[in-house]
């Protein structure tokens, strides 16, 4: 069948399209939105949320005698990990509003969405592999300066190897890990969109 | 938005509303996945809305947003609300249907287009529409020798697949 003559079929089929009632149009408005992006926006306005409530309890430890468990390590630690995770969350906010324009041409629409998926995806593994590694050695001081107690003395040779042997196999399975972990969740994703901007540009 | 805001996006929306069916059509996999792309699309268009500024037809406007929601969107969404006109072109209810004729045509020209690459179905789309390639481009963003290129390409391509569709089917 040829193309041109389908176009009265494609124009006639307007008629099949049953048209939706207004409610309907409008219980569709009061919902939220489903998008990848919209879902990753609201995700992190979870973490940032959790954070919060964490950091909360924490101050209410620190401030309550009784159940005060913390060093004076901590006190220097529990700011520095929240501002940390505070500059990831304002990069992610900041990548996340600059990543579509809906608007916009198809093909520089998706451009905008490849270059800021992957730069996310790049932040997120490197995220992932500092903050392993940042948890591993303050863990290590912090537990051995709980087990040596008012004797600390410096470790021996041995002690620091076993301690960078353990580290470093972690941080591998983290780094293997964490890959696979981002492709599932966005690989395929931009491997489609990139397909798709491959294919026009192509002639 | 105020609800003379609303009103006037839902009337457009009524004007256009087969924009919207169409892609849902051909980027929808099944009755399911046509209905989430449908309200995924509409709540795109309604976060635009306010900044549409009539620079380009509002048909150009909705098949961008539409068309870069049909290929950015690829999950299921739990909050749906169930609409009742996906299926009309479903296989098996072709059959039933009065005008049997038409709508097997109908459905052969779906099952082609669902045969194309992503963007061949954006462009085949448009271009069914009667869509000039200036207005092609400026949906897509292609340059209109590249277009006109594509589209000989699907041509071909359609005329093949509706053809062994027919010899298939009879």
Redesign the interface.
């Known amino acids: ?3 041109d003559k ?2 009265e ?6 008629k ?5 009632d ?1 409610d ?6 009061s ?6 992006i919209a ?1 990753m926006k609201r995700n992190l306005k979870l973490e940032v949320i959790s954070l919060i409530i964490v950091y909360g309890l924490l101050l209410w430890a620190t401030s309550n005698e009784d159940y005060s468990i913390f060093t004076t390590f901590d006190y220097v630690l529990l700011p520095v990990t929240g501002m940390l995770f505070l500059i990831y969350a304002s990069i992610k906010y900041k990548q996340l509003k600059n990543m ?1 324009c ?9 451009t905008l ?1 490849v270059k800021s998926l992957e730069k996310l995806v790049k932040l997120y593994f490197l995220a992932g592999n500092i903050s392993v590694i940042f948890v591993y050695l303050i863990a290590g001081a912090i537990g051995y300066v709980g087990t040596e107690g008012e004797r600390v003395a410096f470790p021996s040779t041995m002690e620091i190897l076993i301690f960078l042997s353990i580290g470093t196999l972690l941080v591998v399975i983290n780094y293997f890990l964490g890959r696979w972990y981002l492709f599932t969740l966005y690989g395929k ?1 931009i491997k ?2 990139k397909t ?1 901007i491959y ?5 | 938005m105020d609800s003379t805001g ?1 009103k006037a996006f ?1 009337e457009i ?2 004007k256009h ?2 924009i919207i ?2 892609i849902c059509h051909a980027y929808g996999s099944d009755a399911s996945a046509k209905q ?1 792309l449908f ?2 699309i ?3 268009l ?3 809305f306010s ?2 500024r009539n620079e380009s037809k509002i048909s150009t ?1 909705i098949y ?2 539409a ?3 049909a ?9 749906k ?1 169930t ?3 996906f299926g ?2 479903d296989e098996d209810k072709a059959e039933e249907n009065e005008e049997g004729a ?1 709508q097997e ?2 459905t ?2 779906y099952g082609a287009i669902a045969k194309l ?3 061949e179905k ?1 462009i ?1 789309m448009l ?4 869509k000039s390639y200036e207005e092609m481009q ?5 340059n209109q020798g ?1 277009l006109r ?1 594509k589209m000989n390409r ?2 071909e391509k ?2 093949d697949i ?2 062994s569709k ?1 010899h298939g089917t009879r």
């Open positions: 069948m040829e193309l389908l176009k079929l494609w124009m006639d089929s307007n099949s399209s049953i048209p939706i207004e309907k149009l409008r219980q569709i408005l919902t939220s939105s489903n998008g990848p879902k579509e809906v608007s916009c041409e198809v093909k520089s629409n998706l969405q994703h489609k969109l798709i294919e026009m540009d192509e002639k | 609303e839902l929306l009524g509303e087969r069916h169409k989430d309200q995924e509409i709540l795109q309604w976060k635009s900044s549409f406007w961008r947003i068309l870069n929601t290929f950015t969107h690829h999950r299921r969404s739990k909050s609300v609409l009742s006109f009309v072109f038409y045509n109908l052969l020209l690459s992503e963007l954006a085949v271009y069914l529409d009667d400026e949906v897509l963003g292609i590249t290129v699907i041509k359609m005329r509706t053809k027919q």
